[in-house]
């Protein structure tokens, strides 16, 4: 006899539990015609790869079968939560609708009628921006208006209802901090549950205009920039691809950290890369090895005005005035390839300078300058050949002019025929000395072009842009064969005047930590990408690579996008408590940011920050392991001890490792393992653990400066529940008891 199933206290428990049981069998039975269709299972996983050069019928089966196959894949992870929430909403002059949301729509089969509804679609906004009562929400066919009279919140896993209230306000409120109270994962994760309205607006900005998004600390900025790619490919599924969609994050960890969000979003094939691994892509071979080195780490070892000396130059560097000096040296270089006289051999013209004009800078104009000087080379080739030709026949017919004047002025004998077998050598060779002459001018014209190579390229550009001190700097980086992070855009915008970048053009780009962008490479991207649109998120509080990166938002709005890009704000952190946040504020508000909104924590709240000096270093590794000890006790899984440079990092590793179960996290770490970790400040952007200990913020490690003031803000924004901060010595004057918030 089957077990009635617990269900939890609500007077429509039950009818919801039937419905569930219903939408699962639904579910199942698309699951078996998908897998009937595919040959494919259910939870194993099969990808198709596409040839290198398919014809059009084998690209749209492919395509076919891959949308099948990601089918496959949403319903296997609907069957595990089939939906979230209902709501019942009655449109004006209409009967009363109900919906379900979930992850993913599911139709009926038989009737196609809508079982699930996906949270992208519009009716979805009814959930995330609307409350009990008078409601509207914008449909293809225009604004629909009606009354919102129960919206339900149901925590479903398989065919077991665990638990439902129906949402006001509070409700909502209450929902809200218990999914933000709880524990954090190895990955971030998705928010469809949460997703908040002013996270929302963001999400489902139109595809045709740029976005740019100030998201203070704990805001869910990053998570929103993936459910907004979830979002278009839904919404643009037409015309939008996932293969046309790159996503570029600020390193590999960061990559790793992120990973699991799309494909939880039933989202896969989207390019996952860091601005490095486009431009590798793009260059393949040419590009050059990368130095090594953390400029936030230099920065942090670096004086005041030394740091301001070398963020000059890298400013430089990352500007667009530096992109149009580029952009007329590239053109006076092409300009150089050609000689005003034109090209002749042996007195015969090959081409002259008003056709090389014509070949050079309007039949190939839009074809990389190696492509063009190859198909000169090639045009050159082929009319010294015909000039070759041209000679010889010009000497035959003088050889055979000069035969027959022998013929007719001396007898027929030896001597005649000795004279008449000397025209005809000598004939022979002149053939020989015009085809030299020939393979002689070819070799002459090819050594008339100069090297091509990116990096010469790059230094003969840097003598020309009118900036010794940046010049030298560079040679003494080139001249140990590699290049600087700054470098990259001015080497691929040369690699793309002169080999083309080997990307596929792409629809959209989003840029995660954008702050930390110059204008440079955003332009380049930009023109790489004529008809992509892209969305920025990034927090100008967070800029602790401002020295390349942008200080105000209007860096790129006019100068890069021409007014065809939106600033929205998410001030609402979700991250922090507000005991944590309000001490974090009090840090970065000693230097306020002009136009950035003051950032508001979600009434959470828990343990004030823990501040304690320590005498020594003894001391201080003592109290880091019982700290680890404690918040392992209280059942906290991600624990991050950050100091504030990766050679203070390792020695705490050295130390407390063993003890704390801890891992070192380096810039050369491609994988995010969660646990304990020791990281340094430059590595923590972006991420989020339970608990986070700040483990050494002396006076003389952050002196009351701007640049300390934002690495000591990134590092106090990462904890979700407790955060502590050890000191030797003095305490550093930005942790002085609150002055301005911002």
């Known amino acids: 006899m089957n077990q009635s199933p617990r269900l939890p206290e609500h007077p429509c428990a039950q009818e919801e539990y039937l419905h569930l049981q219903e939408t699962c069998d639904t579910i199942a039975r ?79 089969p038989a009737t196609l009628d809508p079982v699930v509804i996906d949270w992208r679609s519009p009716v979805a906004n009814l959930y995330y921006s609307g409350q009990i009562g008078p409601m509207d929400y914008e449909a293809p066919d225009g604004r629909v208006r009606g009354e919102l009279t129960l919206k339900r919140m149901l925590n479903v896993r398989r065919r077991e209802l665990n638990s439902l209230f129906d949402s006001g306000i509070a409700a909502q409120e209450a929902y809200l901090q218990d999914v933000l109270g709880s524990i954090s994962s190895d990955r971030l994760r998705d928010i469809v549950t949460t997703i908040q309205a002013e996270q ?9 205009r740029h976005l740019m998004v100030q998201g203070a600390a704990g805001s869910g900025k990053t998570t929103i920039a993936l459910h907004r790619i979830a979002y ?14 790159m996503i570029l994050a600020p390193n590999p960890l960061f990559l790793s950290y992120i990973s699991q969000v799309l494909p939880d979003l039933g989202v896969e094939r989207v390019i996952q890369t860091t601005f490095e691994g486009w431009c590798r892509e793009g260059m393949g071979k040419r590009m050059p090895k990368v130095y090594r080195e953390s400029r936030l ?13 070398i963020g000059r130059l890298i400013r430089a560097k990352g500007s667009l005035e530096m992109m149009r000096k580029l952009e007329a040296w590239l053109a006076g270089l092409q300009e150089k390839m050609i000689p005003e006289s034109g090209f002749r051999m042996a007195g015969v013209p090959l081409m002259d300078r008003k056709e090389l004009e014509d070949v050079f800078f309007r039949q190939l104009k839009y074809s990389p300058l190696e492509i063009r000087i190859t198909e000169l ?45 000397e025209v005809y050598v000598q004939r022979d060779q002149r053939y020989r000395e015009i085809g030299e002459r020939a393979e002689k001018y070819l070799q002459q014209f090819r050594d008339k072009f100069p090297s091509l190579e990116p990096t010469d390229l790059y230094r003969e550009f840097l003598e020309s842009a009118g900036d010794e001190e940046l010049a030298a700097e560079t040679r003494a980086t080139l001249d140990r064969h590699r290049v600087q992070q700054e470098d990259l855009p001015i080497l691929a915008m040369i690699c793309r005047a002169v080999y083309g970048l080997r990307t596929s053009p792409l629809k959209h780009i989003v840029i995660d930590e954008c702050q930390d962008f110059s204008p440079f490479q955003i332009e380049l991207l930009r023109q790489s990408n004529p008809a992509a649109t892209f969305t920025l998120v990034g927090d100008l509080y967070q800029g602790i690579r401002s020295d390349e990166g942008i200080r105000n938002w209007d860096e790129w709005k006019e100068p890069v996008f021409h007014g065809q890009a939106d600033l929205r704000q998410l001030t609402v952190s979700y991250r922090n408590t507000v005991e944590i946040m309000e001490r974090a504020k009090a840090v970065a508000g000693k230097y306020p940011i002009p136009g950035v909104g003051e950032t508001k924590p979600v009434l959470r709240h828990g343990q004030e920050p823990e501040i304690a000096q320590v005498s020594g270093e003894k001391e201080r590794y003592r109290a880091i392991c019982a700290q680890v000890r404690k918040w392992r006790e209280e059942g906290f899984h991600s624990i991050a001890l950050i100091e504030k ?38 590595m923590v952007k972006g991420m989020e653990f339970d608990c986070v200990g700040v483990c050494n913020a002396s006076a003389e490690e952050f002196p009351a400066e701007e640049f300390p003031a934002r690495v000591l803000y990134v590092m106090m924004t990462r904890p979700l529940h407790r955060l502590r901060i050890w000191h030797r010595g003095d305490r550093s004057p930005l942790l002085q008891e609150h002055e301005t918030a911002i």
């Open 377 to 421: 080379k090639k045009m050159i080739r082929k009319r010294v050949h015909s000039a070759e030709e041209l000679l010889k026949e010009r000497y035959a017919a003088m050889t055979e002019q000069q035969a027959d004047r022998l013929r007719g002025a001396l007898p027929e004998g030896p001597d005649r025929q000795r004279k008449i077998r």
């Open 30 to 108: 698309e699951t078996a015609e998908t897998e009937a269709l595919t040959g494919a299972k259910a939870g194993v996983h099969m990808d198709v790869q596409m040839k290198e050069d398919p014809d059009q019928e084998e690209e749209v089966t492919i395509q076919l079968f891959r949308a099948k196959l990601d089918r496959l894949r949403q319903l296997t992870m609907a069957a595990e939560q089939a939906y979230f929430a209902r709501l019942d909403f009655i449109p004006e002059k209409s009967r009363q609708e109900t919906y379900y949301l979930g992850r993913w729509g599911v139709l009926d």
């Open 200 to 208: 929302n607006i963001v999400i489902r900005h139109p595809l045709n």
């Open 645 to 682: 440079t990766a050679e203070e990092a390792a020695k705490l590793f050295r130390a407390v490792g063993a003890e704390t179960g801890a891992v070192l996290l380096t810039e050369e770490d491609m994988e995010y393992r969660g646990g304990v970790m020791i990281l340094p400040a430059g």
């Open 232 to 245: 278009l490919l839904y919404t643009y599924q037409e015309t939008l691809k996932p293969e046309k969609m």
């Open 297 to 309: 780490e230099k920065n942090l070892q670096l004086s005041a005005a030394e740091r301001e000396r």
